[in-house]
């Protein structure tokens, strides 16, 4: 053997002696140990490659959904300064016929407001007079006259005419439901209407009931002849706003003016509404005589003709 190989081998030996070699268990330690660590550093990679990925998969999509929104600023939160408490307007109020939080409703009537007065009428319409029932039409056209309103009765003057503002009298005929078709009338009337100025309507019917008391008989009235007529007043409610009902007894006649033995009856009535009078005097045709039943009927249409008119 040479030189040198022997100097090796011997200092081999001498740090051999030097290392006490490692037991079993503390071996296996060792081993497990690396291998802990081996298993961390994988386990590391593996963490920092998906990472990576969910990164870049990240960055794609923002790229694709556009820019990202920057980060908001760490800081207490902002103070909204509170609003000015306004407040709340009253409750509208309504005019009469004003439906709060609107415009008047169209009823084809003009509304009136509080504190407001309508203009009163200046004149007497054709649709002030009533319509016959169908029944008691005779097919005579109704005409308008310029004729007295009333019988005289004796001397009676009234005060109320001087608040007349129009008057205008129609003259029509009637027949009887029950009378056949072709026959004569069976009366007529003298229809007028009068509009007053306000409170004289009222005292003209005051005057009228005053003007029969003073006037129970006189020469001819209502029945065309010499014969004395006799007057009366006759109760009456539930026509208008008030109302005067009288009657006018004549001896009857024929053709030749003898008497016959009974008598004609006339009825007049005067119906107040607000400031306008109607009056309905039933003249009857050729001796006949009226007939309460119908002369109450057709003042009833006379009373709605003139609300219609006035309303």
């Not at 010499?226 to 706003?241: C, E, I, K, P, V």
């Not at 030749?256 to 045709?285: F, H, K, S, Y």
Request: with cysteine; proline share 9%.
């Amino acid at each position: 053997m040479s030189r040198e190989l022997s100097e090796l081998y011997r200092s081999l030996a001498e740090d051999a002696d030097e290392h006490t070699l490692a037991v079993p268990d503390d071996l296996r330690r060792r081993v497990d140990r690396r291998a802990r660590l081996r298993m961390a550093g994988a386990a590391l990679g593996s963490a920092l490659l998906v990472g990576g990925l969910a990164t870049g998969t990240g960055l794609v999509l923002a790229e694709e959904r556009g820019p990202l929104a920057p980060p908001a600023a760490v800081g207490p939160p902002a103070t909204v300064p509170a609003s000015p408490t306004v407040p709340a307007p009253p409750p509208a109020t309504a005019a009469p016929g004003v439906p709060t939080g609107g415009s008047p409703r169209a009823t084809g009537k003009p509304t009136v407001t509080a504190g407001s007065t309508a203009a009163p009428p200046r004149s007497v319409p054709d649709g002030a007079f009533f319509v016959q029932a169908a029944g008691n039409r005779t097919g005579v056209t109704p005409v308008f006259r310029d004729t007295q309103a009333l019988p005289a009765l004796c001397d009676a003057r009234y005060r109320s005419d001087a608040g007349i503002v129009q008057r205008r009298t129609r003259i029509l005929t009637y027949k009887l439901p029950r009378t056949p078709k072709g026959y004569v009338p069976d009366g007529s009337y003298a229809n007028t209407v009068t509009l007053y100025r306000p409170g004289r309507a009222d005292e003209f019917l005051r005057e009228l009931r005053a003007a029969v008391r003073g006037c129970p008989a006189q020469p001819g009235v209502g029945g065309g002849n010499a014969s004395t007529s006799r007057l009366r007043l006759l109760a009456d409610d539930g026509f208008g706003d008030g109302s005067v009902l009288f009657e006018i007894r004549t001896p009857a006649r024929d053709v030749d003016g003898n008497p016959t033995g009974g008598e004609e009856v006339r009825l007049v009535r005067a119906i107040r509404v607000d400031d306008a009078v109607t009056v309905l005097w039933e003249q009857g045709w050729e001796g006949t005589s009226s007939t309460r039943s119908q002369v109450d009927a057709d003042s009833r249409r006379a009373v709605d003709a003139i609300a219609d008119w006035l309303r």
